[in-house]
């Protein structure tokens, strides 16, 4: 009885797993030198806010300290 369970169990998991593989191939993809362009046009439009490359002025970080440590 168990050989039946588990071999249910594998053509249910094989069924699973030939419809993801059909959802997959159906799945409309572009072309990788497209994509790339269009995220380098995007970086450079949106550069000048980009706080990793334009940096966080002192006084709109809230990670700063905002006491500095006096040791006497």
Same mark, same amino acid.
């Given at each position: 009885?168990?050989?039946?369970?588990?071999?249910? !169990?594998?053509? #249910?998991?094989?069924?699973? =797993?030939? +419809?993801?593989?059909?959802? +997959?191939?159906?799945?409309?993809? #572009? !072309? #990788?030198?497209?994509? &790339? &362009? /269009?995220?380098?046009?995007?970086? /450079? +439009?949106?550069?000048?806010?980009?706080?990793?490359? =334009?940096? #966080?002025?002192?006084?709109? !970080?809230?990670?700063?300290?905002?006491? =500095?440590?006096?040791?006497?």
């Amino acid at each position: 009885m168990s050989g039946k369970v588990c071999s249910s !169990n594998s053509l #249910i998991q094989a069924r699973r =797993t030939v +419809e993801e593989l059909r959802v +997959e191939a159906s799945m409309e993809r #572009i !072309n #990788i030198s497209i994509a &790339a &362009a /269009q995220l380098v046009q995007y970086c /450079q +439009e949106h550069s000048r806010s980009d706080p990793l490359l =334009t940096g #966080i002025a002192a006084s709109s !970080n809230p990670f700063k300290d905002k006491k =500095t440590c006096v040791l006497l």
